[in-house]
C-alpha cells in the first residue's frame, strides 16, 4: 500500500506538473510591459481606449495626435515619432496574433496529450478530447475575433490562456487522479502495470507536444520584447504634453509601477 501512494503522488505530480505548463506556455510572452488601454487598429489611424483613467481616448495617424477628442499640436520630430510609433504597432499585432494562436495550440495539445494518457476507456478519452477540443476552439475565436482583425483588448490574454485555461487543467487533473487513485488502490497487478507504463511513456509524449515546441514559441516572443523596449523608448522621447502637463504613456513596464510604489511607500 505505501508503495501505492508513493507512486499515486508521483502520477499526479507529473500531471499536475503537465497541466500547469501547458496553461502556461504564454508567460515569456508577457515580457515586462503592460498597458491598460484596449487598442483598435484601423485604415485612417489607430485607437488607444480604456474605461478607467486619463486619458481614456488616443487616436493617432500620420504623425497626427488627438487625445479625448482634442487636437494635440506637435513638433515635426514629434510627429515623426508618432509615424513610427503607429508603424511599429501595425507590424508588432499580426506578430502578437501568431504568437498567440500557436500557443494556445500547444496548451490544448499537451493537455489533450495528458487526457489520452490516462483516460479510463474510449469513450472517456474523447469525451475529454471533444471538451478540450470546444475551449481550444473558443480561445482560437478569441484571437480571430480580436488580433486578427486588430483588435487588442488589454484583458485577452488573461481570458484566452489564463483563468480558463487553468481551470480547464483544474477540472482535467482531478478527473484524471480520481482514475489513476482507482487504477493503484485496486490491488490488481493488471491496472497497476498499465498505469506504470502509461506514466512512463507521458514524458516522452509530452517533450514532442509540449516541451520543443514550447521553447521555440518562447524564443519567438523573447524577440517581441526588445520591440515593446523600442516603443517604450519613442515614447519616452515625445516632447509634446498633455492637458495637466503629463506625458503620453500608452505603455507600461512593471518596472515604473515597481517605482511608483516605493515612492508613494516612502512618502
Known amino acids: 500500500m505505501h508503495r501505492h501512494v508513493i507512486f499515486v503522488a508521483a502520477v499526479a505530480g507529473l500531471a499536475a506538473t503537465c497541466g500547469a505548463q501547458a496553461a502556461d506556455t504564454h508567460a515569456s510572452f508577457q ?34 495626435l488627438r487625445v479625448d477628442g482634442r487636437d494635440v499640436a506637435v513638433s515635426s520630430a514629434d510627429a515623426a515619432r508618432l509615424r513610427d510609433y503607429e508603424q511599429q504597432v501595425r507590424e508588432l499585432v499580426p506578430t502578437i496574433a501568431a504568437i498567440a494562436r500557436d500557443g494556445v495550440n500547444i496548451g490544448y495539445s499537451a493537455l489533450s496529450t495528458v487526457v489520452a494518457t490516462f ?29 486578427d482583425k486588430g483588435e487588442w483588448k488589454a484583458d485577452d490574454d488573461d481570458r484566452a490562456f489564463g483563468a480558463d485555461m487553468q481551470q480547464t487543467v483544474a477540472d482535467m487533473t482531478g478527473d484524471v487522479m480520481r482514475n489513476v487513485v482507482a487504477d493503484a488502490l485496486s490491488g490488481d497487478s493488471s491496472r497497476m502495470a498499465s498505469l506504470q507504463a502509461r506514466t512512463s511513456s507521458l514524458e516522452n509524449s509530452l517533450q514532442k507536444a509540449l516541451t520543443e515546441p514550447a521553447e521555440q514559441l518562447a524564443q519567438r516572443a523573447q524577440e517581441v520584447c526588445p520591440r515593446l523596449t523600442d516603443l517604450d523608448r ?34
Open 31 to 64: 515580457c515586462t510591459y503592460n498597458t491598460q488601454y484596449d487598442v483598435q487598429i484601423k485604415p485612417d489611424g489607430i485607437a488607444f481606449t480604456r474605461d478607467h483613467g486619463t486619458p481614456g481616448d488616443v487616436f493617432m495617424h500620420n504623425g497626427q
Open 119 to 147: 483516460a479510463e476507456n474510449s469513450d472517456e478519452r474523447l469525451r475529454y478530447q471533444q471538451s478540450l477540443h470546444e475551449k481550444e476552439v473558443v480561445a482560437l475565436q478569441m484571437i480571430e475575433n480580436g488580433l
Open 234 to 267: 519613442l515614447q519616452q522621447q515625445f516632447q509634446f504634453r498633455l492637458a495637466h502637463g503629463e506625458r503620453l504613456q500608452l505603455l507600461s513596464s512593471d518596472t515604473d509601477r515597481l517605482d511608483k510604489a516605493r515612492q508613494y511607500a516612502q512618502r
